[in-house]
């Protein structure tokens, strides 16, 4: 079944913790994305990154860092620094030049208290 | 900056009334999307309208893009309860890399049965 997986769907953390939020995708999809969701807002863009080995900050990156070392994989720490970081955050990939449409994986909620 | 806005952010419905949103951009778009996100579910593409005035149509859906490429609705017929979630309209973001987007807040539709 080619997707985006994102683990795990529910994350717990004690604030002042780093937490790593794993997103992999077998769509051979060049371009992917962090997306932060907060209730009654609309998708804000953390990171993105548009090849291997490259990535560049989106509207809202503050507290938040990404790595992009192979083309499947995508994964965000979300950092102590992150003032407010519970909310559900969703990966996203896009196919490539021409093709401007991104699919969505799952998501994960994470809940810092 | 670009701002992709779209009204209502509320809409409740009876189950076979029609329902439509609106999404209306700063800039002129090359293109514009539709993505419906179910409740506890994550954004899934449902259409790109790439010509003014272009209209498409998906079943009981309606997708419209202006002339002037600066505005989009969505209209259901005869809404069914499985039409629930929230739709979001988004646009290419022209102040970032080819391939972002920039999505409007959305609009929940609920409907009742």
């Known amino acids: 079944d080619g997707g985006i997986t994102q683990s795990p769907k529910y994350l717990f953390r004690k604030e002042g913790q780093n937490v790593t939020l794993s997103c992999e995708q077998n769509?051979?999809?060049?371009?992917m994305y962090w997306y932060r969701q907060d209730p009654g807002q609309g998708l804000r863009l953390i990171y993105y990154s548009q090849i291997v080995n490259d990535f560049q900050k989106g509207d809202i990156a503050e507290g938040y860092s990404v790595s992009r070392e192979k083309k499947e994989s995508f994964p965000l720490t979300v950092t102590s620094a992150q003032k407010n970081p519970t909310a559900f955050y969703l990966c996203a990939s896009r196919p490539g030049t021409g093709m401007d449409e991104q699919y969505f994986g799952p998501g994960t909620r994470l809940t810092v208290t | 900056g670009q701002q992709v806005m779209q009204i209502p952010q509320y809409q409740h419905v009876q189950e076979g009334e029609d329902f439509t949103t609106y999404c209306n951009s700063s800039t002129t778009l090359s293109n514009i999307q539709w993505y419906k996100q179910r409740p506890g579910g994550h954004p899934v593409f449902l259409i790109q309208?790439?010509?003014?005035?272009e209209v498409k149509k998906q079943k009981r859906l309606t997708f419209q893009f202006g002339e002037a490429k600066k505005n989009s609705s969505l209209h259901i017929t005869a809404t069914q309860t499985t039409d629930v979630g929230t739709y979001f309209c988004a646009g290419p973001n022209y102040g970032g890399s080819q391939g972002n987007l920039i999505f409007g807040k959305g609009t929940k539709l609920s409907v009742k049965p």
């Open positions: 309208l790439v010509k003014s005035g």
């Open positions: 769509l051979n999809h060049d371009a």
